[in-house]
């Protein structure tokens, strides 16, 4: 797996000379790593104490963007609506994709196909999705309200009602990256070894017994593994909203990342901005170290 | 603890006859060794009757039951693996409980069966840790308790030593024949290495291409092995083997011509072979000596040592007669040169006569 590499192995002596070259076969890689993440990184983080912005000329001002930022109630209902998203997308497509990949991962009659069409999803582009999305829930002509009403349910506002607007997009997001979860599972699957169902078989164990006490557990470190690139990846939800909801009704689906883009693009502040994007940074940065020493440990 | 019996046993994989036809009963409490080359099927076969594969054809029966079509887990049959398939992701513990588990027994009663089992395995101090951060030999003892706990009728064991240090396979080997008595159980076990099957086996069984090509006690398997492959196979050095006609027959003595050698004259020969006939001539290595001695006729054959091996208890060379390895396995230390010429003598008697077919001519 991606995250388990570099395990601590003995220093050896390199020549000057190998070191060196080494760093000249990196320097391309380093120098674009450089300007694309870390440049940007640090000129965010020293954004975040200024309150940089169109209208006015930039001041140093210390914490007080994070002061704000913790006293701020739209801020906090963002964050709400950003583990609401990532909880109801991250656990429901981890069950889902394990589901569908033990399901898969037998001998059944057209699994390449159903491989396929679960994973088609996630190989859409994602403003095309959300395009074709926004119109299935559209609520007079779209084709969800059709079939509710066809037998015979009310219709649903479905991205017009604040308490339905979020579990709409969590629906899509499910759709979109449980094929994901599944393809990682199935690489999973196939690395428990036969002997051990086999031996299982033999200790009297049955399907539900195999699953629970076999599969499952074997599959803990890709469980994890997935458990930190969902939430990662939730954590950053954009482009679904600004093509579906624009962070509406009523900042109902108004995630970090969203509230990040309005307060920068909407409302030009930057440096207020910055700091958000900060706090995020370290949030996920503390799931990826957690993630990496679990992993870690089992591996140990 | 229960008889085996294999009636008429046949797999197939598509159109690959993976084992072929296999009739065998084993005894209850016996221990018997399924031994081959590579290939040969013993893995197949152990896995039919643990009911992992469904068999092609024939019929299984366990005791009493027919349990041709039971699945596997219902048979009363207990498989070591030779991975172990020790679950990595549960402590000794819960790897050897799980088949009791499985049978939903009361939490005190399947400790007391588990310390029990971890007991005669010596492994009771490591019930905590992980399979992970045992040895070879403590894996493979988890992997026995875990068969032991669930006093199976029958033990499977597919070359559980294979993956063992020699030293360790030879300890190991004399703890299974020993727990093999303290439990009385009746055991199935799979090695291709024959020196294995002759220490453990109350009984063997020699398999070649799926087939059955003899079923025996050790000694009568290295006596009077039925065919060459037998006894190219039990052994070790193998057996010599001299291409041979038959060149003369008075009354009870055949002359045989074997190429490089010169004719040998053997007797008491129970089936009447033609002059003509082409025959193979097979000499144990351990039955050639550098003096003369036991009864007539002697055969006396000359080598040429390429290369001699002196152990101290034995002396073991290495030669060649018409291109074929000629080894012979002299009892002490032996003052043999490499290179010099070498008569060894062997007791007419002990020398094996195989038809063109294979097939062992047998003696009055
Ligand atoms: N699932 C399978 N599909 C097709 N052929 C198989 C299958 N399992 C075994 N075979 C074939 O059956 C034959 C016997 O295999 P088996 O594993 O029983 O050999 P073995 O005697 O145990 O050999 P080894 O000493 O190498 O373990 C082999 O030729 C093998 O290729
Ligand atoms: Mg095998």
């Not at chain 2, 197939?12 to 590579?38: C, K, M, N, Q, R």
């Not at chain 2, 939903?104 to 588990?114: L, N």
Request: a neutral charge.
């Amino acid at each position: 797996m991606a995250l388990q590499n570099s395990t601590s192995r003995p220093i050896k002596t390199v020549s000057f000379h190998q070191t060196w070259s080494a760093y000249a076969f990196l320097a391309p890689a380093l120098v674009i790593l450089f300007l694309s993440l870390l440049l940007p990184a640090v000129a965010t983080l020293l954004m975040s104490f200024t309150d940089v912005s169109f209208l006015k000329p930039t001041n140093f001002i210390g914490f007080d963007n994070y002061i704000k930022l913790f006293n701020d109630t739209r801020f906090q209902q963002a964050v709400g609506n950003t583990i609401h998203y990532t909880v109801g997308v991250t656990f429901p497509t981890m069950v889902l994709g394990l589901l569908a990949a033990v399901a898969l991962n037998q001998n059944v009659p057209g699994r390449i196909a159903f491989r396929t069409i679960f994973y088609l999803p996630v190989l859409t582009s994602l403003i095309a999705a959300a395009v074709v999305w926004a119109y299935v829930y559209e609520p007079y002509a779209g084709p969800l309200n059709g079939v509710l009403t066809r037998v015979g349910l009310p219709p649903q506002p479905w991205l017009q009602n604040p308490s339905l607007a979020m579990n709409s997009l969590i629906i899509m997001a499910i759709w979109r990256d449980f094929g994901t979860a599944m393809i990682i599972y199935l690489a999973g699957l196939q690395d428990i070894p036969n002997d051990l169902y086999e031996a299982a078989r033999l200790d009297g164990a049955k399907g539900k017994d195999i699953f629970l006490r076999i599969t499952v557990p074997m599959l803990s470190s890709v469980t994890f593994y997935l458990l930190i690139i969902l939430i990662v990846q939730t954590f950053q939800v954009f482009g679904a909203i600004y093509v579906m909801t624009q962070g509406g009704p009523l900042g109902s689906t108004e995630t970090v990342v969203y509230q990040m883009y309005q307060t920068a693009f909407g409302y030009t502040e930057f440096g207020y901005s910055a700091a958000m994007s900060t706090i995020l940074f370290l949030t996920i940065l503390v799931f990826s170290i957690i993630g990496t020493r679990i992993m870690r440990r089992k591996d140990a | 603890m229960a008889r085996l019996e294999l009636s008429n046993v046949s797999k197939s994989y598509g159109a690959f006859d993976a084992i072929t036809d296999v009739s065998l009963a084993i005894e209850d409490g016996e221990f018997a060794v399924f031994v081959g080359p590579s290939g040969c099927g013993k893995s197949t076969l152990l896995r039919l009757i643990a009911g992992l594969d469904p068999i092609s054809d024939g019929a299984i029966r366990i005791g009493p039951d027919d349990v041709t079509r039971r699945p596997a887990g219902t048979r009363s049959v207990a498989m070591v693996f030779q991975s172990y398939a020790l679950y990595p992701h549960m402590s000794v513990y819960d790897n050897i409980a799980f088949p009791l588990q499985m049978e939903r027994r009361s939490k005190g009663d399947i400790r007391q069966q588990v310390e029990k089992a971890a007991g005669t395995v010596q492994l009771s101090t490591r019930l905590k840790d992980k399979p992970s951060k045992l040895s070879g030999g403590q894996r493979q003892r988890v992997a026995i308790a875990r068969a032991i706990v669930r006093k199976p009728k029958i033990f499977l064991m597919d070359e559980p030593l294979s993956n063992l240090d020699a030293a360790l396979r030879i300890e190991m080997r004399t703890e299974l024949t020993q727990l093999h008595k303290e439990l009385g159980a009746t055991m199935v076990y799979v090695t291709h290495d024959q020196l294995e099957a002759m220490t453990m086996a109350d009984r063997i069984v020699v398999l070649n291409g799926g087939r059955v090509e003899q079923v025996g006690k050790p000694m009568d398997l290295y006596h009077k092995p039925v065919n060459r492959f037998v006894a190219g196979f039990i052994g070790s050095p193998p057996m010599n083997m001299l291409r041979s006609k038959v060149k003369a027959i008075e009354s009870e003595y055949y002359s045989f011509e074997a190429a490089g050698i010169g004719t040998i004259v053997i007797d008491g020969l129970a089936k009447r072979l033609k002059v003509g006939e082409e025959v193979v001539l097979g000499i144990r290595p351990e039955f050639l000596a550098p003096h003369p001695a036991g009864s007539e006729p002697l055969v006396k054959i000359g080598v040429v040592p390429r290369s001699v091996e002196r152990l101290g208890a034995q002396t073991i060379i290495h030669s060649a007669i018409e291109g074929q390895n000629f080894t012979c396995v002299f009892a002490g230390d032996q003052a043999v040169e490499p290179g010099r010429d070498l008569n060894v003598y062997c007791d007419a008697a002990n020398i094996h006569v195989f038809d063109a077919a294979g097939t062992t001519v047998g003696r009055n």
